[in-house]
T-cell receptor, first 110, second 113 residues
Framework: AQSVTQLGSHVSVSEGALVLLRCNYS??????LFWYVQYPNQGLQLLLK??????LVKGINGFEAEFKKSETSFHLTKPSAHMSDAAEYFC????????FGAGTRLTVKP | DTAVSQTPKYLVTQMGNDKSIKCEQN?????MYWYKQDSKKFLKIMFS???????INETVPNRFSPKSPDKAHLNLHINSLELGDSAVYFC????????????FGQGTRLTVV
């Protein structure tokens, strides 16, 4: 079965700093990978997804992620953090259903 | 229009009770899911329904039973509620195919006292 592992349950950055949230996948076939964001007391919202084609994927709110097969990684980045980015972020891989990593809580300090 | 809607948003009930959570999607998707999110935010797939057929059951207790009257609805019925059932339950839907994302409802926070 396919799976993803998120490295770091909590990441803290200053406003304006680079955001890097790490995700590694395990899959015997080309994976379909996703990043979701969950704001407090809300459901999950899709940030971006990788299926095939370009390995650098751009999403909403200035986020992007790069699929690196050699590293089995799909890390999420944003050049400059905003206070409004504070949330829980989930990496996921699509198998028969959506399988999620454990999540990374992003805190943004003023 | 809300794409995936769940009711109720909050549910507080006593141990031993039976409760249901309703879910409806208006996206025309053919697959619906129930996820459980625990206090540590971990998301676990519980059930998946494709064209009214159960295709995944992740060894959840048989006190939990999904019911799908039609393709747009997937309700979750829970018998004999236990303290450990307290969690946030999310309904989601997707269209068939591995490249498609799942769309989530706002969640139902279940508290068993």
């Amino acid at each position: 079965a396919q799976s993803v592992t998120q490295l770091g349950s909590h990441v803290s950055v200053s406003e304006g700093a680079l955001v890097l949230l790490r995700c590694n996948y395990s899959s015997s076939v080309p994976p379909y990978l996703f990043w979701y964001v969950q704001y407090p007391n809300q459901g999950l919202q899709l940030l971006l997804k990788y299926t095939t084609g370009a390995t650098l994927v751009k999403g909403i709110n200035g986020f992007e992620a790069e699929f690196k097969k050699s590293e089995t990684s799909f890390h999420l980045t944003k050049p400059s953090a905003h206070m409004s980015d504070a949330a829980e972020y989930f990496c996921a891989v699509r198998d028969n259903d959506m399988r999620f990593g454990a999540g990374t809580r992003l805190t943004v300090k003023p | 229009d809300t794409a995936v809607s769940q009711t109720p948003k909050y549910l507080v009930t006593q141990m031993g009770n039976d409760k249901s959570i309703k879910c409806e999607q208006n996206l025309g998707h053919d697959t619906m899911y129930w996820y459980k999110q625990d206090s540590k935010k971990f998301l676990k797939i519980m059930f998946s329904y494709n064209n009214k057929e159960l295709i995944i059951n992740e060894t959840v207790p048989n006190r939990f039973s999904p019911k799908s009257p039609d393709k747009a609805h997937l309700n979750l019925h829970i018998n004999s509620l236990e303290l450990g059932d307290s969690a946030v339950y999310f309904c989601a839907s997707s269209q068939g195919g591995s490249t498609t994302e799942a769309f989530f409802g706002q969640g139902t926070r279940l508290t068993v006292v």
